[in-house]
Structure formats: structure tokens, C-alpha cells
């Protein structure tokens, strides 16, 4: 059973002014995300993308459709279920909201007086989780004392302190430099794997979802336009918005100005050989176009790997006899997927649509 659900879920804004339509800033999403998985919610500005996240501790109240958090339908809660459930939800923000007059200390245990912890555990548990976070030396210290990243590990401390099952990260490390931004995502991942904790991440930023996510959905419009496992998305993407926000960090088939750049340098057969996993061994491409005499060269592309997992697309530009290329192109599509680009000199292209 997923730990959060969403069910056809819309959250209206009231219209900005009279007569105008109210905004629709959640536009019927249905969404499942597992205990123990980290989600990364992705979206350009004015997605949706906080105002969903913002409804599973109902700081906004949902509009319509059911949103079942933890088996309880929270549209439905009284007050003292809302706040039973915020008890058990850590929200990290992208400016850290800390409290300047406080100490670091007194940061990290302002959740535990609300929640009403008694002195000694709340300072035993303030001090474990300045441990956990590497800032036992800053207990003392006010947030001005502090750089952004540490800012931001007290942020943390303090979202974990009630022991939440669940963490909400609003766009956490957009105000960080990357270094500290590799910092704050590790011990996001920390989070998740050594306390079990489900993390959902807003973030605008591929690489983000890359690092830290096992699942990703893509908002746009306030709808969830592709969403599924990192691996699946990623080396696959069928949205064009998720495509357009993966070839922000993996090299696909080239298009538009990279595919006119590479034209100009290389005027033979291009094609684009894109694999999953051991579709596809690269000696075996090379024995193949070998085989048929054809002059191969590696032009673009490259390999990622997602948690063990493997995909890529390497661009070639072939020249030979066009049909062997063609030949040897329809064999290879039947272990890979062969996007074939064309040929800038006009001597020889092969059939459109010969390979695919
Ligand atoms: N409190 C609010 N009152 C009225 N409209 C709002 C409110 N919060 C958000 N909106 C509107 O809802 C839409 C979605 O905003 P939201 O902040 O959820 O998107 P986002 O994807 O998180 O964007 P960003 O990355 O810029 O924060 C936008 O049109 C926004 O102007």
C-alpha cells in the first residue's frame, strides 16, 4: 500500500480578482509514492509543484479528490487530526525559514516544544541530532554565524526532529553552491536510507532527481505529465517535457543546433544508437559495422548510470556502402532503439525511415 496517495487531486486558488477564474494550481493529479522512497517532484516555475506538496501537510487545504496519507484521507481530518498529522511531516525550504534569535540548538528544538517533549529528551534529542548532522560544535551559535549549507543541516535537524515518517524538501538546495548543494543531498539521502524516512524533493534541477531519487513525476500545468522510476524516465522519457528536462544532464539524440553542429563537422551517415542495460554490448556495434565495411567513428553521446543501472546513446557517423549501413542499422534496431539522422553529403542517404 503506497504510504501517500493522491486521488484525482485539484487545489483552486481563489480568482486573483473579480470576474477572473480562479487558479488552478493542482489540476487533477493521481499519484502513488511508496514508504521508503524518495520522489523527486519536477517542474518548471508555476508548475504546481510546492502547492502539491504543500497539500500532504495540508499547510493548503485540498479543493477536491481524495488525498490519503499514511491510510487516512486528510481531506477529512478535524483539527486535531491535522495537527497529528503535521507531527509526523518535516519540511526543509529553500531559504531555511531558522529563527535568527535562536540558537542553533534552539532552532533544531522548537518542533519538540510544540510538541510538547519534556526537557531532558528534548536536549538529549536536540543533541543527537546536531551529532547526526556534524554541527555539535554549533549549538551556541545564531544562524547569521552560519554558511548557507550549515543553515540548511539545521533545517534539516530540525524538519527530523519529532522523528517524521515523512520529509518534504522545497526546492532545499536551490540556494546552494555545489558543493554544499552535494552535501545537503547526501544527507537527504542519509535520511531516507538510515532512518527509513519517505522524501519527497521539489526541485527544478535534473541532477537533484538524479542523485538523490528512486522515482520521479514531472509536473506541468498542474498536471503529473510522466512519472515512474528514475531509470525508466530517464533513460526513456515519453513526455516531451521530461525529455526536454532529462537532456538538461544526459546526452540523447542529438537535435536542432547539436545536430546541426555535428552535420558541420561530419558530413557522412549520422544514427543514434540508444540502450538500456545490457541491450546492447558496444565491441558487438563495432564487430558489426566492421563486418559490413563501414567506417565508424563515435561522435556523441555518452553512458549514464542510474543506481547500477546503465543506459546511453552514442551518435556514430558511418560511412560505406549505404546499403550496408542500411543493413546493418535495421540489425542492430532489433536489440537497440537506431535513430538515423541523415547524411549532409548529398552522394549518398539512405532511405528515410530505412532504420528505426
Ligand atoms: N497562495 C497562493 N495564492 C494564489 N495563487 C497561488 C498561491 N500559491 C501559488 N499560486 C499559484 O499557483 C500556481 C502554481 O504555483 P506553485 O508555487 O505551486 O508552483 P511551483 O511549480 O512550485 O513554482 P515555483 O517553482 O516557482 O515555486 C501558480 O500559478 C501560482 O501563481
Not at 470576474?19 to 522512497?37: F, K, M, N, Q, Y
Request: glycine share 10%.
Amino acid at each position: 500500500m503506497p504510504l501517500i496517495e493522491f486521488r484525482d487531486v485539484v487545489k483552486e486558488y481563489p480568482a486573483p480578482k473579480r470576474g477572473a477564474e480562479p487558479i488552478r494550481a493542482v489540476d487533477g493529479v493521481t499519484l502513488e509514492i511508496e514508504a521508503g522512497s524518495v520522489t523527486g517532484i519536477i517542474g518548471y516555475s508555476g508548475a504546481g509543484k510546492s502547492t502539491l506538496v504543500r497539500l500532504i501537510n495540508a499547510l493548503e487545504p485540498v479543493s477536491s479528490g481524495e488525498l490519503i496519507v499514511d491510510g487516512t484521507d486528510i481531506t477529512k481530518l478535524s483539527e486535531r487530526g491535522l495537527r497529528k498529522l503535521r507531527s509526523g511531516i518535516g519540511m526543509v525550504f529553500q531559504q531555511f525559514n531558522l529563527f535568527s534569535s535562536r540558537t542553533v540548538a534552539g532552532n533544531i528544538a522548537y518542533p519538540l516544544h510544540l510538541a510538547k517533549w519534556p526537557k531532558a529528551e528534548r536536549d538529549a534529542r536536540v543533541k543527537e541530532l546536531l551529532d547526526w548532522v556534524g554541527l555539535a560544535d554549533k549549538a551556541n551559535a545564531h544562524p547569521d554565524q552560519l554558511s548557507g549549507g550549515q543553515k540548511q543541516r539545521v533545517g534539516i535537524a530540525r524538519a527530523l526532529a519529532t522523528k517524521p515518517a515523512i520529509l518534504l524538501a522545497d526546492e532545499a538546495t536551490s540556494a546552494l553552491d555545489p558543493q554544499t548543494t552535494s552535501d545537503v543531498l547526501e544527507l537527504l539521502k542519509r535520511a531516507n536510507e538510515e532512518l527509513g524516512i519517505t522524501i519527497i524533493v521539489i526541485t527544478h534541477e535534473m541532477d537533484v532527481v538524479k542523485r538523490i531519487a528512486t522515482d520521479v513525476a514531472v509536473m506541468e500545468k498542474g498536471r503529473i505529465v510522466e512519472s515512474g522510476k528514475v531509470f525508466d524516465v530517464f533513460s526513456k522519457p515519453e513526455n516531451p517535457a521530461t525529455a526536454r528536462f532529462v537532456e538538461t544532464i544526459v546526452e540523447g539524440v542529438p537535435r536542432g543546433d547539436s545536430l546541426a553542429l555535428l552535420r558541420e563537422r561530419h558530413p557522412g551517415h549520422l544514427a543514434t544508437v540508444s540502450f538500456r542495460d545490457g541491450d546492447v554490448d558496444q565491441r558487438d556495434l563495432f564487430r558489426r559495422f566492421g563486418a559490413a565495411r563501414i567506417d565508424v567513428e563515435l561522435v556523441a553521446g555518452g553512458v549514464q548510470d542510474i543506481r547500477g543501472r546503465s543506459f546511453g546513446h552514442l551518435t556514430f557517423e558511418l560511412e560505406g556502402e549505404p546499403d550496408a549501413i542500411e543493413r546493418t542499422l535495421r540489425e542492430i534496431s532489433e536489440v537497440a532503439t537506431v535513430t538515423y539522422l541523415g547524411a549532409a553529403s548529398a552522394s549518398a542517404t539512405i532511405r528515410e525511415g530505412g532504420a528505426e
